[in-house]
T-cell receptor, first 113, second 116 residues
């Protein structure tokens, strides 16, 4: 049982490049989330999904896109990378009920130079 | 909109001593859940403790306990008998219990240093 798997763990992009951060969970969780973590800023919600085919914006969605074609996968797409997108990205999932904890992936350290 | 505030960017504690990390939140809801997560240098996010707003009793997990003051909207984390392995970033988080809401809202974190 792998939990939440994120790839890659590290990546360096040039300004204007695009990439997809992969996230997969094997716990049959309906709810999945993407957060970014910047120093001193905590975790900010980028996008979330409550099931296959259903996604919605969080606090900081600009510059990102998501899709949810299966329950297991929730990739995050960065188009035209900018230095402001340098951050650590976390994917998380939960069973859905409010009392349930989030299960986190190990994060992706992304630098845009 | 709900907000979560952690006013202590950094705290230090001597090994074996007790430390309290502060968290306040703002909400107009009565049904919600509060969490403390630990993020060690490995970057992995680990749930430390959880509190249901409808419960008056403070949650406890071994050396970790909370002081939940609903009226004051305060949710502090107390770590007793601090150990070197407790050194980490600690994040407070809020989740509404209202049907149709899905977001977990995090504070900015407190970095805890444990001194040998």
């Amino acid at each position: 049982n792998a939990g939440v798997t994120q790839t890659p763990k590290f990546r360096i992009l040039k300004i204007g490049q695009s990439m997809t951060l992969q996230c997969a969970q094997d716990m049959n969780h309906n709810y999945m989330y993407w957060y970014r973590q910047d120093p001193g800023m905590g975790l900010k919600l980028i996008y979330y999904s409550v099931g296959a085919g259903i996604t919605d914006k969080g606090e900081v969605p600009n510059g990102y896109n998501v899709s949810r074609s299966t329950t297991e996968d929730f990739p995050l797409r960065l188009e035209l990378a900018a230095p402001s997108q340098t951050s650590v990205y976390f994917c998380a999932s939960s069973l859905g009920a409010a009392r349930e904890k989030l299960f986190f992936g190990s994060g992706t350290q992304l630098s845009v130079l | 909109a709900q907000t979560v505030t952690q006013s202590q960017p950094e705290m230090s504690v001597q090994e074996a001593e007790t430390v309290t990390l502060s968290c306040t939140y703002d909400t107009s809801e009565s049904d919600y859940y509060l969490f403390w997560y630990k993020q060690p240098p490995s970057r992995q996010m680990i749930l430390v403790i959880r509190q249901e707003a409808y419960k008056q009793q403070n949650a406890t997990e071994n050396r970790f306990s909370v002081n939940f003051q609903k009226a004051a909207k305060s949710f502090s984390l107390k770590i007793s008998d601090s150990q070197l392995g407790d050194a980490a970033m600690y994040f407070c988080a809020y989740r509404s219990g209202t049907s149709g809401t899905y977001k977990y809202i995090f504070g900015t974190g407190t970095r805890l240093k444990v001194l040998a």
